[in-house]
């Protein structure tokens, strides 16, 4: 079997969370033994889209009629959109329109965790809907003292620090990080992730809110080799509002870091209270937790118990498992 995993417009998403999904999902099929393809142009037995970009409508069409399945992953429910973009209130109801139109030229539809499947099953048309996360490269990022040392020395840190990695958009929970931040002047806070294009996301309200953050808050913008900020901090904190699964999470947990996030309907069933992390939903709740990590109450582990539930082995397994129902 030859599988050709595809990312529409992958020069606007590289640096986010679907451009991760697609690396992760090609190394592990091809870890798993399966030969592989980015290239629709090349032959292939299955066509595995990323995103729904208008290359990824033409790409579908055609594999269709050379009767070869199409296996879609929605990595962005209708609703997630909504305040993630410039004019979301009008956008999101487009997006909704073009996926049910798209989801028709689809054999089976796969989504990243169980809310995201629920989410989507009302557009599906009555097509499967499966769960399959990426996962997690685990040996990426698991923690090297090296990259600690390097990371802390070139960042000029010298205090216990907490990172947070995700576009800088509001959905993200920036605003609530720069809110802990103020009331843990003990710790620096590090925000590692791009900014979107203004052409996508412009908000003189949340421009504003960048100007104002406290003096802890560092903005790094996109990191290439994001791991050596996991070993080079002290806990992870993930405040965003909303998620279809959290990558996240999977490399905190993939550096041994202590986690603290927003207690989210989407986590249910797959992130353990407790053994995974800490959840919370108030700011003086989120900054109590860290401060209690960052005291040494909780240590940073070799790996997560997180990340090896979703290493790239089970996620080839699970991906394996859907395209069977197709093929």
């Not at 790409?59 to 962005?76: D, E, S």
């Not at 925000?191 to 003096?215: D, I, K, M, T, V």
């Amino acid at each position: 079997m030859r599988v050709c995993s595809y990312l529409d417009v992958s020069g606007l998403v590289d640096q986010s969370g679907i451009g991760v999904a697609q690396r992760n999902t090609l190394r592990a099929l091809s870890e798993a033994g399966v030969e592989v393809t980015d290239d629709p142009r090349e032959r292939y037995d299955l066509l595995h889209l990323q995103y729904i970009g208008p290359l990824a409508w033409h790409h579908a069409r055609r594999a269709k009629r050379r009767g070869i399945p199409v296996v879609l992953t929605v990595h962005a429910p209708p609703d997630l959109v909504r305040g993630g973009i410039t004019c979301s209130g009008l956008v999101a109801p487009l997006y909704e329109a073009y996926l049910r139109r798209f989801v028709r030229r689809v054999d089976l539809l796969l989504a990243p965790s169980a809310f995201a499947a629920e989410a989507i099953r009302p557009i599906s048309g009555g097509r499967p809907v499966r769960v399959a996360s990426s996962g997690v490269e685990v040996e990426r990022f698991r923690y090297q003292e090296e990259d600690r040392a390097a990371f802390r020395r070139e960042r000029g840190l010298d205090r216990p620090t907490v990172l947070a990695v995700g576009q800088l958009i509001p959905r993200k929970g920036v605003a609530t990080l720069l809110e802990v931040a103020r009331a843990v002047p003990e710790a620096e806070f590090l925000w590692a992730g791009p900014r979107p294009s203004r052409f996508l996301f412009w908000s003189p309200r949340f421009e504003r809110l960048l100007r104002s953050r406290p003096g802890n808050v560092r903005f790094l913008g996109f990191i290439p080799k994001v791991e050596r900020a996991y070993s080079g901090c002290d806990a992870f904190f993930h405040p965003a509002h909303a998620e279809s699964l959290g990558l996240v999470l999977l490399e905190a947990s993939a550096g041994g870091l202590p986690i603290v996030a927003r207690r989210l309907p989407v986590y249910e069933g797959w992130f353990h209270e407790g053994e995974d992390g800490l959840l919370g939903e108030r700011p003086e709740e989120f900054a109590r937790q860290l401060r209690g990590i960052l005291a040494g109450e909780e240590r940073r582990r070799e790996v997560g118990a997180l990340a090896l539930r979703y290493d790239l082995p089970r996620a080839a397994e699970a991906l394996l498992a859907a395209y069977r129902e197709v093929l």
